[in-house]
C-alpha cells in the first residue's frame, strides 16, 4: 500500500486535489495527506516519507524546485508530480532535473490526477524488481545455500529435482563435519525483516571467532516458513554439545540489547546428517512453542517428551465461573479467574493443547457478548498467542483483552448515540428532497447494513419509517397555512409527484390531505 502527500500554499486547492483522488479511487493508495505550503510540505515528508508526493511549483518561502530539490536525495524511492500553469514549463524542466517523474496543468481533473498516480505507482513497482534482480546479481554463494535449506527442511521426503540435487550437493560440502544441531530465533511481535537474518548472521560469527571455533562449528542462518530466523549448527566431535547452546545463549543475550523479552531462542538435540535436519527443525519448533511453559531463559533446549500426570484443565464449575463472569463482562472477577487457573505454580501440570484450548475459551466467550462482532480473526488470535514468551504474558494480554473489550463496548454506545443524532439532524437538514439511506450511512462513515440496524434499534423505526414520519408531520403543520397549495406542500416535503404524496399522506393519517385540510 502506498501513502500520497499533496503540498499546496493554498489550502482550498490542496483539499480539493486530495478530494478529486478519493473520487478517482485509485487501487494501492492507503492514506492521502495535506500540507499547507512548502515549509510544513518539507516537515510531513521527511516524517510521512510518502511513496508520492503531487506538489505545486509555485509557492511562497519554499517552492516546489527547491522542495525536490532537496527531498530528493532523501526519500531515493519516492515519486514526484508538479502541479503547474500554463506559463511554468520553464520551472517544470528545471524541476525534471532533481528527480521529477511528471506533471500536471492546473486545474487537473479527477481522472487525469488518478492516472498520473497510477503511473508514479507502476513507476514505484518497476524500481523495486529491478532492485530486487540488482540484489539477487550481489548474492554470493552462502546466500545461495541459505536459500535452498528451507526446502531441504520442509521437503526432505520428496524427490528433489536436478537442480535441487545439485544444491543439497552444495550443501553437503559446506556443511563438512558429522553433527547437527538446529535452532529457532523469536523476536517476539516484530514482523520478520531481512535486517533481523543479518543481525543473527554477524552476532554468532563474532561470538564464534571470539570462542575460537570457526575450525570446529560452521552455521547457515535462514528464514523459514513460519516467518522466524533459523540457524543450522554443523559441529565436529571435538566440540560438546553445550559449548554450542553456549554460544547461542551469548549471541541472544548480545542481540537483546537490553531488552530482554524481545528474542528468545530454542535449540534441538544433536542429529547426523543432512537427512536429519527436519527432524531436528521441528524439535526446535517445538520446544520454541512450549517455552510458556518453561523458565525464562536465553536458550531452551529441546527435551524428551513427558507425560502430564496430573490433571490440569478447570472442572466444569471453573468453567461456568468464568462464563458468568464473562457475561457482564466484570473484568476484576475475569483477572482473577485468570491469575488462578494460569499461574506459574501449574505449569508443570498443563500442556501446550490444554492450554490453547482455555486461551481460547476465554477469548470465545468475551467475543460472544461484543454485539456478535468479533474484533479479530482466528488467525490472529493464534498468531497473538504464539508471540508470548511467559505465562505472565499471556495472563496480561487476557486480561487486557477484557478491560479494552468493556471499554469498547461503552465507547460503541456513546458513538451510536452520535451517530443517530447526526442522521436524525441530516433528515431535518434535506428531507424536502430525495434523501436515501445509503447517503445518510456514507455521511456519517458508516457500513450501510450496520447503520441500518444501529438505526432502528436506537429510533424505534427503519430510516424510511423515520423519513416519511417527519415529511408527514412538517406536511401537516404546513396544512395550515391556507395559501399553499397542496401541490406545492408536496414538494417543500420531498415528494415530486402530488399522487405519490396523497397516497402517503393518507396511508399515515387516513385521510387525505385536503380532507384534513377541512377539519383544521
Known amino acids: 500500500m502506498y501513502t500520497l502527500l499533496i503540498i499546496d500554499d493554498e489550502e482550498l486547492i490542496g483539499s480539493g486535489v486530495k478530494a478529486k483522488l478519493e473520487r478517482a479511487n485509485v487501487a494501492g493508495i492507503r492514506d492521502i495527506f495535506v500540507a499547507n505550503g512548502g515549509p510544513q510540505g518539507l516537515a510531513m515528508a521527511k516524517t510521512l516519507q510518502p511513496n508520492i508526493i503531487i506538489t505545486d511549483i509555485r509557492m511562497p518561502e519554499l517552492d516546489g524546485i527547491q522542495l525536490i530539490k532537496e527531498l530528493s536525495p532523501l526519500l531515493t524511492r519516492t515519486k514526484f508530480i508538479m502541479l503547474s500553469g500554463y506559463g511554468d514549463y520553464p520551472y517544470v524542466r528545471e524541476a525534471f532535473k532533481y528527480g521529477a517523474l511528471d506533471y500536471l496543468l492546473k486545474p487537473a481533473s479527477s481522472d487525469e490526477l488518478g492516472k498520473q498516480v497510477q503511473s508514479a505507482i507502476a513507476s514505484i513497482e518497476k524500481d523495486d524488481v529491478n532492485n530486487q534482480l540488482f540484489e539477487k546479481n550481489l548474492t554470493d554463494a552462502r546466500t545461495l545455500l541459505t536459500a535452498r535449506l528451507p526446502l531441504v527442511i520442509h521437503g526432505s521426503n520428496i524427490a528433489l529435482s536436478s537442480k535441487d540435487s545439485d544444491s543439497q550437493q552444495s550443501l553437503e560440502a559446506y556443511f563438512m563435519h558429522p553433527l547437527f544441531a538446529v535452532s529457532m530465533l523469536s523476536f517476539g511481535n516484530v514482523t520478520f525483516s531481512e535486517e533481523h537474518l543479518d543481525r543473527v548472521s554477524n552476532c554468532l560469527e563474532r561470538c564464534v571467532r571470539?570462542?575460537?571455533?570457526?575450525?570446529?562449528?560452521?552455521?547457515?542462518?535462514?528464514?523459514?516458513?513460519?516467518?522466524?530466523?533459523?540457524?543450522?549448527?554443523?559441529?565436529?566431535?571435538?566440540?560438546?554439545?553445550?559449548?554450542?547452546?553456549?554460544?547461542?545463549?551469548?549471541?541472544?543475550?548480545?542481540?537483546?540489547?537490553?531488552?530482554?523479552?524481545?528474542?528468545?531462542?530454542?535449540?534441538?538435540?544433536?542429529?547426523?546428517?543432512?537427512?536429519?535436519?527436519?527432524?531436528?527443525?521441528?524439535?526446535?519448533?517445538?520446544?520454541?512453542?512450549?517455552?510458556?511453559?518453561?523458565?525464562?531463559?536465553?536458550?531452551?533446549?529441546?527435551?524428551?517428551?513427558?507425560?502430564?500426570?496430573?490433571a490440569w484443565l478447570p472442572a466444569k464449575k471453573d468453567m461456568e465461573e468464568f462464563k458468568q463472569a464473562a457475561e457482564t463482562l466484570h473484568v476484576e472477577r475475569i483477572g482473577l479467574w485468570v491469575d488462578r487457573h494460569l499461574s506459574d505454580s501449574l505449569r508443570t501440570q498443563m500442556?501446550?493443547?490444554?492450554?490453547?484450548?482455555?486461551?481460547?475459551?476465554?477469548?470465545?466467550?468475551?467475543?460472544?457478548?461484543?454485539?456478535?462482532?468479533?474484533?479479530?480473526?482466528?488467525?490472529?488470535?493464534?498468531?497473538?498467542?504464539?508471540?508470548?514468551?511467559?505465562?505472565?504474558?499471556?495472563?496480561?494480554?487476557?486480561?487486557?483483552?477484557?478491560?479494552?473489550?468493556?471499554?469498547?463496548?461503552?465507547?460503541?454506545?456513546?458513538?451510536?448515540?452520535?451517530?443517530?443524532?447526526?442522521?436524525?439532524?441530516?433528515?431535518?437538514?434535506?428531507?424536502?428532497?430525495?434523501?436515501?439511506?445509503?447517503?445518510?450511512?456514507?455521511?456519517?462513515?458508516?457500513?450501510?447494513?450496520?447503520?441500518?440496524?444501529?438505526?432502528?434499534?436506537?429510533?424505534?423505526?427503519?430510516?424510511?419509517?423515520?423519513?416519511?414520519?417527519?415529511?408527514?408531520?412538517?406536511?401537516?403543520?404546513?396544512?395550515?397555512?391556507?395559501?399553499?397549495?397542496?401541490?406545492?406542500?408536496?414538494?417543500?416535503?420531498?415528494?415530486?409527484?402530488?399522487?405519490?404524496?396523497?397516497?402517503?399522506?393518507?396511508?399515515?393519517?387516513?385521510?387525505?390531505?385536503?380532507?384534513?385540510?377541512?377539519?383544521?
Do not use: W
Open 351 to 520: 500442556s501446550l493443547e490444554q492450554l490453547k484450548s482455555i486461551y481460547d475459551m476465554v477469548l470465545a466467550e468475551i467475543h460472544r457478548h461484543v454485539h456478535e462482532r468479533f474484533l479479530f480473526e482466528e488467525t490472529e488470535r493464534t498468531s497473538a498467542f504464539n508471540t508470548f514468551h511467559t505465562l505472565g504474558e499471556l495472563r496480561h494480554y487476557l486480561k487486557s483483552y477484557a478491560a479494552d473489550t468493556k471499554q469498547l463496548i461503552s465507547e460503541h454506545a456513546n458513538l451510536g448515540e452520535t451517530v443517530i443524532t447526526v442522521a436524525e439532524s441530516i433528515v431535518r437538514e434535506h428531507y424536502s428532497r430525495d434523501l436515501q439511506l445509503a447517503e445518510v450511512a456514507n455521511r456519517v462513515s458508516m457500513n450501510y447494513s450496520y447503520f441500518s440496524k444501529l438505526f432502528k434499534e436506537r429510533t424505534g423505526l427503519t430510516f424510511t419509517a423515520y423519513l416519511t414520519k417527519f415529511r408527514m408531520e412538517e406536511a401537516q403543520k404546513l396544512l395550515k397555512d391556507p395559501t399553499l397549495r397542496i401541490n406545492e406542500i408536496s414538494e417543500k416535503v420531498g415528494y415530486g409527484n402530488l399522487y405519490h404524496f396523497s397516497r402517503a399522506f393518507k396511508n399515515y393519517f387516513g385521510v387525505s390531505p385536503k380532507e384534513h385540510r377541512k377539519t383544521m
Open 210 to 310: 571470539d570462542a575460537d571455533a570457526e575450525q570446529h562449528l560452521r552455521f547457515l542462518a535462514f528464514h523459514d516458513v513460519l516467518g522466524c530466523v533459523s540457524l543450522v549448527f554443523n559441529y565436529t566431535n571435538l566440540l560438546a554439545f553445550e559449548t554450542v547452546q553456549g554460544l547461542l545463549s551469548k549471541a541472544v543475550i548480545l542481540l537483546r540489547n537490553g531488552n530482554p523479552g524481545m528474542l528468545s531462542a530454542s535449540l534441538s538435540q544433536a542429529g547426523y546428517g543432512l537427512d536429519d535436519l527436519s527432524r531436528l527443525y521441528k524439535q526446535a519448533h517445538i520446544t520454541m512453542s512450549e517455552r510458556i511453559l518453561r523458565e525464562p531463559c536465553e536458550v531452551f533446549v529441546s527435551l524428551e517428551p513427558t507425560s502430564k500426570t496430573v
